[in-house]
């Protein structure tokens, strides 16, 4: 009897142990090939890998299909388990799944209200088991991870893969759940990160160990050098940092990994000298006449960010001062509109701050395509001047979303103390000159010269993670930047990108980054982080390296008229209306020189017209939605709104064509014959 109830005791303790420790022969990937679905590009919770299929709760998404790994045919196990790399949308409501087991139904989830619960399960039929390990939470504050499917092992062909197929409820909406497309396999992989860490007075570097875990969870040591670190391994890709001490010549490493359960694995990797980085960070909102919603919309709300940047300013005003807000106005017409719409005390707040450097006006009107002439752009750059006269400098233009800016603006703005341009990239549709961010001179053909920089994308602050909240997410995305910088032989120490306060355009401004750097520069050496306006970065580019930059004195073009090629009849309008702007202002010029004599208020009505014209060359053309939905509210607002503009400037130009005449008339004598003057 002593020897049975020692045997059921030895029992209990054992099965719980056994559990923690279930073999990975257990696992098998639980992707392997994808049989239908809509194929998709996104970030993942595995590293290099971005193909997907996707699922929306939505009837016009087709249900995602896919084949696992095959079962061995001489599997002996109660289960077998399945993984795979999912992502899904967090959203208050939920939205239902269903997910097919070779044809049947075998269980349906739903996607997570918020990321609160990271770790969650939903049981299916005869033993079925969906377990969601989440391990990242995106910048759009999605969820990502790795799904584990138990399936009873006497349900499944011996040697044949599973076909598993998800299929989203009839809702109508867009929260979507992916499945990506790469297979699991357990590795382990380490890496420096590109960081200086301030710890105890003394420069500590980080080593980043990436353990992709087939199992259960399981205790897991990892050792490199003296350093030495204890966690606990979820299903799926897992990271973990060590602490080394800073290195003067590049220095061989090897972590020790001992997952409970398994023999030591070993990881070499190389500790280098860090590179000591300054980054500047400028914060804009990209500025879209339309898009994301009607232009009537989007017009004032670009006014009251300019009131939040305001407030922005004196609630960091305490903060070191890299970490101080600061804002870069990308568009010119929100500051022309606000000195305009905004009582003298609020304009005074405007003034100073911009005197501070905490918030910078910038030389374009828009971001304009290449259907803007070149009165155009020439009439847009008077916006400059008129600033200059109240006291505002402007040092940089910015052009963001279009990979090119017409040549004559090297020529325009000389004089009119524009001397940067900063291009924000966007390769959707376009080539993106370069192979890494470029400075240059850029020169007219008569020799005037801009100092340009071509950046990345008008938000890759936002694609690291800057406004994520998450630290050591951004680390790591801004280590592997920086590491990509020096690998394309990128020739300064410091470097500048763009990032807005929310992914999107039209963006409000946000103090998240704020928060983000202030935690940083007290936690790391280097790289630094500074919250910067366009012209900082420009301005150490201009004392440090104007000698070392090549001159460019080539037109900038690119292809950002595809747009106004789906409105051929507005655009041709539009062009010809351009022209015939430039007949009108002949006609002035003539009767002046006849003597004539011109009221002022010809020129406000110029600049109507040219604002009418200037509005319809910016490069937003279409809802967000057009394609997609070319019959919604949104679409339809938007292109009559986009179309107006043109109409408006053609009937305008008539008319002023006529008073033009009417200045010539009296210098034009009367004919026995009919004359043409």
């Not at 679905?37 to 929306?56: C, D, E, K, M, W």
């Not at 000389?414 to 080539?431: C, I, N, P, S």
């Not at 409000?508 to 910067?532: I, Q």
Request: charged share 20%; net charge negative; aromatic share 12%.
């Amino acid at each position: 009897m002593k020897h049975l109830a020692a045997f059921l005791l030895l029992c209990l303790c054992l099965l719980p142990l056994s559990h923690a420790q279930l073999p990975s022969q257990n696992y098998f990937q639980g992707y392997r090939q994808a049989l239908r679905g809509f194929p998709f590009s996104y970030h993942s919770p595995l590293p290099g890998v971005s193909g997907a299929l996707i699922v929306r709760a939505n009837e016009n998404f087709r249900p995602i299909e896919w084949e696992t790994a095959p079962v061995p045919e001489n599997f002996k196990e109660k289960f077998a388990y399945f993984i795979w790399a999912y992502g899904m949308d967090t959203d208050v409501k939920r939205y239902h799944f269903d997910l097919y087991v070779n044809g049947a139904r075998a269980l349906t989830f739903a996607n997570p209200r918020s990321n609160d619960d990271m770790e969650w399960s939903v049981d299916g039929q005869d033993g079925a088991r969906l377990s969601f390990y989440g391990t990242l939470v995106d910048k759009y504050r999605d969820q990502m991870g790795f799904a584990v499917l138990r399936l009873p092992a006497a349900t499944l062909p011996p040697g044949q893969p599973v076909r598993l197929k998800v299929d989203g409820e009839d809702a109508g909406s867009d929260i979507w759940y992916m499945t990506f497309k790469a297979g699991i396999s357990e590795q382990v992989v380490a890496e420096q990160e590109n960081v200086v860490l301030k710890a105890g007075g003394q420069p500590y570097y980080l080593a980043r160990v990436s353990i992709t875990h087939l199992g259960e969870k399981s205790a897991c040591e990892v050792q490199a050098g003296e350093a030495r670190v204890n966690t606990t391994l979820q299903p799926g890709h897992n990271t973990l940092e060590i602490k080394l001490p800073a290195v003067e010549a590049p220095t061989a490493y090897t972590a020790r990994v001992k997952i409970e359960g398994r023999p030591v694995i070993e990881a070499p990797f190389t500790l280098s000298p860090v590179k000591a980085w300054t980054v500047y960070l400028v914060q804009h909102t990209h500025t879209d006449i339309g898009y994301t919603r009607p232009q009537t919309e989007i017009l004032p709300e670009h006014l009251r960010y300019l009131d939040y940047a305001l407030d922005y300013c004196d609630q960091t005003d305490g903060y070191p001062d890299d970490a101080r807000f600061r804002w870069t106005c990308e568009a010119s017409w929100a500051v022309r509109e606000y000195l305009k719409s905004r009582p003298q005390e609020q304009v005074d707040r405007l003034l100073k701050r911009i005197a501070e450097g905490r918030i910078e006006v910038t030389g374009m009107l828009f971001n304009f395509s290449e259907v803007a002439d070149e009165a155009g752009l020439a009439a847009q750059a008077r916006t400059v001047r008129a600033f200059r006269d109240i006291g505002i400098p402007v040092t940089a233009a910015m052009q963001n979303d279009v990979n090119g800016i017409g040549w004559c603006l090297a020529e325009y703005f000389h004089g009119t103390g524009v001397k940067y341009l900063v291009m924000g990239q966007h390769g959707h549709r376009a080539r993106i000159p370069f192979g890494k961010p470029t400075a240059f001179w850029w020169e007219s053909p008569s020799g005037k010269r801009m100092l340009a920089y071509r950046s990345e994308h008008y938000m890759h602050g936002n694609t690291l993670g800057l406004i994520s909240g998450d630290l050591p997410a951004f680390r790591e995305n801004l280590s592997k930047y920086l590491q990509s910088l020096e690998d394309k032989s990128y020739p300064f120490p410091h470097t500048a990108f763009q990032f807005s306060g929310y992914i999107t355009d039209n963006s409000p401004p946000s103090t998240t980054a704020c928060e983000l750097v202030k935690a940083w520069n007290e936690k790391y050496e280097w790289p630094r982080l500074r919250l910067a306006t366009a012209s900082e970065f420009m301005q150490y580019i201009e004392e440090n390296h104007a000698g070392e930059l090549p001159v460019r004195q080539a037109a900038w073009p690119d292809w950002w008229a595809d747009g106004f090629g789906s409105a051929m009849l507005e655009t041709r309008a539009a062009r010809s209306t351009q022209a015939g702007m430039t007949a009108n202002t002949g006609l002035l010029a003539m009767a002046q020189a006849l003597g004539a004599e011109l009221p002022a208020e010809l020129n406000h009505e110029i600049s109507r017209i040219q604002d009418a014209l200037l509005f319809y060359d910016e490069h937003t053309l279409g809802a967000a939605e057009s394609i997609s939905d070319p019959l919604a509210e949104n679409t339809v607002v938007q292109w009559n709104q986009k179309a107006a503009y043109a109409w408006d400037a053609v009937k305008q130009s008539r008319l002023f064509r006529e008073r033009a005449m009417g200045f010539l008339q009296p210098f034009v004598e009367r004919q026995d014959v009919p004359s043409i003057a």
